[in-house]
């Protein structure tokens, strides 16, 4: 197999800043020619095969094997990226009209959306798509936001090109099929792929350099205290290049948060955050931005008080606690992109009696880590009794959290064992997948992720195969073994021949 084509530092810029990028393979004509008939005939004759388009058409297989696409997914999510379970082909026959925008769910579901790279997507075209058949549309550089920005700052970007033509898509990005106004049919293959460990070095082809401003080169929305942040953790930098692209008083910058031009305070929360820790007096200004009615300048906010250290943090985990939805999921991603130094901090919220305190400490503590944390135990104990919260939303968040913290001791594979049986669905989705990412230490669970293979739920059994492909011990392959070969597939075995 080829080695993987990664990423230059000036795409992973563009990917960063703006959500995405558009590439393309270099297959002959002739396997898409293949490809495009073979989904076309399954389509019309069978039906969408939904998640079992990867194994109905063998050639889909090989398209997500080619190294532009392997090297792409290696850059944004680390070597060891899965594709997940939840495939798709959309098929937009003419006069399909054209979508909202929106965001994926993660299938039916709700969570805290990373802004680190733990999640991606590709759409792919298997033919030639023009403007008249409805191609993909793409939101530039909101991948950050909850909520759509609604104004001037909304760009239209269609996905058009020849077959192999693909996007690169951060999970969260805005986005939507448009109109089909042709005479023909248009398919998009749609998969999700997922990040494994937490990034330890660049894994894209980096020539060492830290974040460099977009200057005018990004999307509409300035956000280069957020996007050096996401370089840095790709990177495993810590505290890269803070300060050293800003100009001005301090005094007028903390002015600017209080204008009434949503872009006058959008930009001076971002020059606030580049400057760190030394812009610590604009703290208080910059929390009363937390639940500005402009989501950007609010993300701008979170994260220059990420930048600032303890007084950033106390004023984060206040916001937590006293906070409204709106501003404590802002806090929220705030903490998620500050230091270990938040850790104790954190820890104290998990016990605290807010839902929302719970849930986004527990959350933050997985974004963060616990390499080299104070009270790292106390963390892990903490993260695993709220494995059995009341609360369905706090238990999600703690099961993904165990799967990311880089830990593996303290009750952590035993608590996600529990969470296998759990009442909600995804939390038992996301228990498995978090013993996935455990990999071998998670080898206590395998009886437990046995019985999930007889779960009811498609993304349970299917990211417990995962969790023991992962695990990778004898008794995990037997188990596994067994389960594939009694639910292998026969791409051959169709209606029109059954044997």
Known sequence: MSQPILLTDEQMRRFISHGYLILDTDFPAEFHETMSQKIRK???????????????????????????????????LGPDYIMHPHRHCHFTEPGRRVQSWHKDSYWGYAKVRNHHQWWAMIFYYDHAVDEAMGPSAIMPGT????????????????????????????????????????????SMLKFQFVRMSRPTAPTWDHAGAAWAPMNGDGPPNRHETVWQHQWNWLSARHDAGKGAHVNGQLGGLIDGL???QKQTRLAAADEIGLLGSDAADAV????ARLGDDYEPVAVNAAYALANMGNPGVAALTSA????????????????????????????????????LARGYAAFALGEIGLGGAAMADEAVTGLARLANDESEWVRRNAAEALGTLDASGGGVVDALSQTLADADDQVRFTGALSLARLGSAAAGAVPALQGALKDENRYVRANAVDALNHIGTPEAQQVLIDYLLGSRWCPTTTPESTF
């Open 320 to 355: 937590l606690q006293n906070g409204d939805k709106d501003s404590a999921r802002n806090a929220g991603y705030g903490l998620a992109a500050a230091d270990v130094s938040a850790v104790p901090s954190l820890v104290e919220l998990l016990g605290h009696g807010s839902e």
């Open 284 to 287: 208080a200004a910059l929390a």
């Open 258 to 260: 209080s204008a009434d």
């Open 42 to 76: 399954v389509m019309q004759a069978e039906g969408n095969p939904g998640n079992n388009i990867l194994p109905r058409v063998p050639e889909v297989q090989e398209v997500f094997k080619h190294p532009v696409i392997r090297g792409a997914l290696t850059s944004v």
């Open 143 to 186: 991948q950050y936001y909850n909520n759509r920005p609604g104004d001037e700052t909304e760009q239209d970007v269609h996905m058009l090109g020849g077959p192999g033509r693909f996007a690169l898509i951060h999970y969260d990005l805005w986005h939507r099929g448009t109109a089909n106004n042709s005479t023909t049919t248009r």
